[in-house]
């Protein structure tokens, strides 16, 4: 079964600055989809980033981008020029195409504190 | 697009209790998905639904739970004899292609 890993459980930042969530994953399938999906307080998950496994180019969306390591099967997040409203907790997830359906596999989860 | 409904937003109930939750998924989109979310954890999968169709379950379903999709609309997870070990945030979401979309979830305390 697919596992995804989140290695840290709290992570903290300046406004303004940089910071990066890591993500590994494990699986046997050559074809998937990981994304970072965003869980502010109000507990409603927003999509941040997708990323298709095929896709050799990582994946941008304004400030946020990712750094996809298909052999080493990484996924980090990368946020540039934080903001006090990116504060939230931050789930990797993962998507089989194949023997495991469209479910999504999450990770436990970190917490982005944002400091001004 | 009203986005994914959940109802209620937060319940409370005693144990031994039947509780029974409902989604709306956004009305094009024919895949929907229940998740449950301890505190401090990722969402967990708990059955998918295409259509009307329930086409997975997941070993986290006990017997004690059931979930429905009549004419493949709105969905209702209903838990019977509630235990402590129930209370959780249940997460709805609806997809269309590769984009999901979750509801606001509901929290279920078990006391």
């Known amino acids: 079964a697919q596992t995804v890993t989140q290695s840290q459980p709290e992570m903290s930042v300046q406004e303004a600055e940089t910071v990066t969530l890591s993500c590994t994953y494990d699986?046997?399938?050559?074809?998937?989809?990981l994304f970072w999906y965003k869980q502010p307080p109000s507990r409603q998950m927003i999509l941040v980033i997708r990323?298709?496994?095929?896709?050799?180019q990582n994946a941008t969306e304004n400030r946020f981008s990712v750094n996809f390591q298909k052999a080493a099967k990484s996924f980090s997040l990368k946020i540039s020029d934080s903001q006090l409203g990116d504060a939230a907790m931050y789930f990797c997830?993962?998507?089989?195409?194949?023997?495991?359906?469209?479910?999504?596999?999450f990770g436990a989860g970190t917490i982005l504190r944002v400091k001004s | 697009d009203t986005g994914v409904s959940q109802d209620p937003r937060h319940k409370i109930t005693k144990r031994g209790q039947n509780v029974t939750f409902r989604c709306d998924p956004i009305?094009?989109?024919?895949?929907l998905y229940w998740y449950r979310q301890t505190l401090g954890q990722g969402p967990e999968f708990l059955t998918y639904?295409?259509?009307?169709?329930?086409?997975?379950k997941s070993r986290l379903l006990s017997d004690r739970f059931s979930a429905e999709r009549p004419k493949g609309s709105f969905s209702t997870l209903e838990i019977q004899r509630t235990e402590q070990g129930d209370s959780a945030m249940y997460l709805c979401?609806?997809?269309?292609?590769?984009?999901?979309?979750f509801g606001s979830g509901t929290r279920l305390t078990v006391v």
């Open positions: 699986t046997s399938e050559s074809d998937y989809y």
């Open positions: 639904f295409q259509n009307e169709a329930q086409l997975e």
């Open positions: 990323q298709e496994a095929y896709k050799q």
């Open positions: 009305s094009e989109h024919n895949r």
């Open positions: 997830a993962y998507r089989g195409l194949m023997e495991y359906g469209n479910k999504l596999v």
């Open positions: 979401a609806s997809q269309r292609s590769y984009g999901y979309t």
